[in-house]
């Protein structure tokens, strides 16, 4: 039991909850008390994670769903009301990345990338904000990435994406202040989840030396664990964060303070 219990009572939406940093925010939010709807494609996944956190004592419903289809996304929310009673949090951490230069990506993939990481958030806030709107308010968290800020080769679909969530967060802030909802987005840097562990696959070498030279490019020398990105989530979810809202919150363990040397 977590000596934490800020979202006793609460129902929260986890889209890509079934694995890497969803699957820790699903969980931790589950310990401090919320129901937990963990959406995400990957039926299997959702419903490991639900059934864990169900063992453990937690709330959760496994919801199958492609955030960036409409029709997916208000059935997720209709699912998430009818079986937990409402919607107070959403966190759009959904995402997939496609590397290559614009003239080899094909249409297809540049849709596939935009419409998880950008449009799935427009869809799941369209219908989750009316529903936290009848409980008098609630807060969201858009997954973006320090690729917004700063970028590297071969990802122009994802960096796109990423700073499209930036821009979407600051006006889905302005115009639901007055529902009370709080809008924030998180930039992660490098984290050591299944996402991380493909890219590692598609370079040279051995993925597990990869990723910790890529951890050394951070200032601390190690990548990021999805569970310290899940406090950052919770933090900016919860009223500790009653001041924060249209912000694009960096947590990167310093890897973009860095720059000229
Ligand atoms: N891992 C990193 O280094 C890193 C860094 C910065 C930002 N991020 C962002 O954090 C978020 C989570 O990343 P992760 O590393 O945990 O990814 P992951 O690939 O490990 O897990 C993503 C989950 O999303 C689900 N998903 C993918 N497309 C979906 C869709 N259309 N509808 C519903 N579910 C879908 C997958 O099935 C999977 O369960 C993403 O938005 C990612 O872009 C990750």
Not at 26 to 46: F, K
Not at 53 to 75: F, L, S
Not at 97 to 103: D, L, N, R, S
Not at 142 to 148: D, E, I, K, L, T
């Amino acid at each position: 039991m977590s000596s934490y219990d800020r979202f006793t009572g609460t129902v929260a939406m986890v889209t890509g909850g079934g694995m890497g940093i969803g699957a820790a925010v699903a969980r931790a939010l589950a310990r401090e008390g919320a129901s937990v709807a963990i959406v995400d494609l990957d039926e299997d996944a959702a419903g490991s994670v639900a059934k864990e956190i169900a063992g453990t004592g937690g709330r959760a419903v496994a919801v199958v769903a492609n955030v960036g289809n409409a029709g997916d996304a208000q059935k997720a929310v209709e699912r998430t009301v009818g079986e937990l009673g409402g919607v107070d949090f959403l966190v759009n951490n959904a995402g997939v990345v496609i590397y290559g230069e614009v003239p080899d990506i094909t249409e297809a993939e540049w849709d596939t990338v935009v419409d998880t990481n950008l449009k799935g958030q427009f869809l799941m806030s369209k219908y989750a904000i009316p529903e936290m709107r009848r409980r008098g308010g609630g807060a969201i968290v858009n997954f973006s990435s320090v690729q917004a800020l700063i970028s590297q080769r071969e990802v122009a679909a994802y960096a796109a994406s990423k700073g499209g969530v930036v821009s979407l967060t600051k006006t889905l802030a302005l115009d639901h202040a007055k529902d009370k909802i709080r809008v924030n987005c998180v930039l992660p840097g490098s984290v050591r989840t299944p996402m991380l562990w493909h890219a590692a696959e598609l370079a040279p070498g051995d993925p597990e030396e990869t990723i910790e030279q890529w951890g050394r490019i951070h200032p601390r020398g190690t990548v990021i664990e999805p569970e310290e990105i899940a406090s950052v989530v919770l933090f900016l979810l919860s009223s500790d964060a009653s001041a924060v809202t249209g912000a694009a919150y960096v947590a990167d363990a310093g890897l973009s303070a860095q720059n000229a040397f």
